[in-house]
Structure formats: C-alpha cells, structure tokens
C-alpha cells in the first residue's frame, strides 16, 4: 500500500515539475521589449509619468537592457560551468578562481550599469514623483520578493495576452 502511495507521489511530482518547467521557459523567453513595457506600466501606475517621460524612460531602458541581458546570460554560463566542474580535477581550485573573479567583474558591471539607468530615470522625473520615491512611496507598491515580481509579470503579459 505504501509502495502504492509512494509511486503515485512520484508520479504527480514528475509531471509538476514538467509543467512547471514549460510555464518557466515561456516566462523567461519574454523578450526586452515586454520587460521593458512591463516596468513602464508599473512606473506610469506608482509616479504618473507624463507622455514626454514615458518616451524618455523607456528609450533609456530600451538602450540598456541589451548590455543587461548579455551580462546576465554571461553569469548564467559561468554558473553552469561551475556546476558542471568536478572538485576532484587538479586544477579545480584555480578554475574556481578564475570563475569567481569573472563573476565578481560581471556583478560589478551590473551595477554600475544600473545605477546609472537609475540616475538618467531619476533626472527625468519631477521634484514631486523624486520626492514620493523618497519618501518609499513607490516602494511601497513594489513586490517583496522575486516571486511576488514574478508573480506580478506574469500576471501583466496574460492580461495583455503575450503569454
């Protein structure tokens, strides 16, 4: 009986897992244009964005989010390498090394590369939509988690039937 239970467990978790695998794969196909939409959406509903701003923020988020993704994709391959290193080659400290310092160069590109979209958004805005971000505001309406955003997006692009 108990053999039964467990096969059927099985069975139901393997099949979760795949469903889930294809709705994380659709979700992650989004292209730039729908992130960028997405975060648009969110800034004009949080700070009421005129026209002019709008055009302006996503021209900057559009120009940036190439150099974003690639950094992202590259970081992406350096996990996938350091997963698939064996601890017992000889040179595998070296190599964890050389992985660390890639990954440490790349985040750091990442940030800066945020914190100046971040400053062009900012010097784009009014003095009151700048001091309601201050004041959290805006962050007030943001998602905790990267699940909740997740959640959130996925929620935009059926809404708008893209996914």
């Known amino acids: 009986m ?36 997405y975060k648009i959406e969110r800034m004009i509903h949080s700070l009421d964005l005129t026209e002019t701003q709008r055009i302006k923020i996503e021209a900057i988020l559009q120009s940036s989010s190439n150099q974003i993704k690639k950094n992202k994709s590259e970081l992406i391959k350096i996990k996938k390498q ?40 900012y010097n784009e805005l009014q003095d009151d939509q700048k001091e309601k971000i201050r004041s959290g505001g805006i962050r007030n309406n943001r998602d905790k988690t990267k699940r909740g955003f997740r959640k959130k997006m996925k929620q935009f692009f059926r809404k708008n039937n893209q996914i």
């Open 82 to 121: 350091y997963m698939e290193m064996e601890p017992s080659d000889l040179e595998y400290k070296k190599k964890i090394e050389e992985l660390s310092n890639e990954i440490g160069s790349l985040t750091s590109e990442q940030l800066i590369l945020k914190s100046s979209i971040k400053k062009e958004i």
């Open 2 to 37: 108990t053999i039964r239970k467990t096969i059927v467990a099985l069975i139901f978790l393997y099949l979760s897992g795949y469903v889930m695998a294809n709705k994380i794969e659709k979700f992650e196909q989004l292209s730039i244009n729908d992130i960028v939409d």
